[in-house]
């Protein structure tokens, strides 16, 4: 069975939708001690970081992983600022005010962690998949509104393609499911290649 390193609803909801049976095991990593310039190799960080905790708990409980522990991990990144998850409403409304009518790039870190609870080896697949996502050009009552949801500061970049802030998204280049929180075309692959769905 393919075990889940994230607390996210959203990537919880993709997996149910695709089909995939998983269960979910939140690693604990204390995501704001992992620090890097680099938006890829901090995502990357991170989700490696989330799948190689849970695996090795999973392995020291004699619990079997056979198609692997997935780790995730978002960034924004508009322009040079790398943006996680907002602090509160008044730094949601202000990243607001830069990514209306603009462009940014959203950056997933995959960390798939396999191996055998008596083997004692782990393996891992890492891969970042990014995604282009367009802003439609808002209004500052537009903005507040939609801070006032609440919806922002729960989600990386300060939007959820998959809720209201669908509503405020024009146009993406790439993987439509990365910008929810995982890229479902990546994981088939790594699924597919030697690990099984089900388990």
Request: glycine share 12%; net charge neutral.
């Amino acid at each position: 069975m393919l075990t889940l390193a994230s607390a996210s609803p959203a990537r919880r909801r993709l997996l149910e939708q695709a089909g995939l049976v998983h269960r979910v095991r939140v690693s604990g990593v204390d995501e704001a001690s992992v620090v890097d310039a680099d938006p890829q190799r901090l995502v990357q960080r991170l989700a490696q970081a989330k799948a190689t905790v849970v695996a090795q708990a999973l392995a020291a409980e004699g619990i079997s992983f056979a198609a692997g522990v997935l780790g995730c991990d978002s960034v924004l990144v508009l322009g040079d600022e790398v943006c996680g998850k907002p602090r509160d409403a008044v730094e949601a409304a202000a990243r607001w005010r830069r990514m209306a009518g603009g462009w940014g790039d959203l950056h997933t870190g995959h960390c798939l962690v396999t191996g055998t609870v008596a083997g004692g080896g782990l393996e891992a697949r890492q891969a970042v998949v990014t995604t282009r996502v367009c802003f439609a050009p808002l209004t500052e009552a537009e903005i507040q509104a939609y801070v006032a949801t609440g919806e922002p500061l729960a989600c990386a970049g300060a939007f959820a393609l998959e809720g209201r802030g669908g509503l405020l998204v024009e146009r993406i280049e790439g993987c439509f499911s990365n910008v929810i929180g995982l890229s479902l075309p990546l994981l088939r692959r790594w699924l597919s290649a030697g690990s099984p769905v089900q388990g």
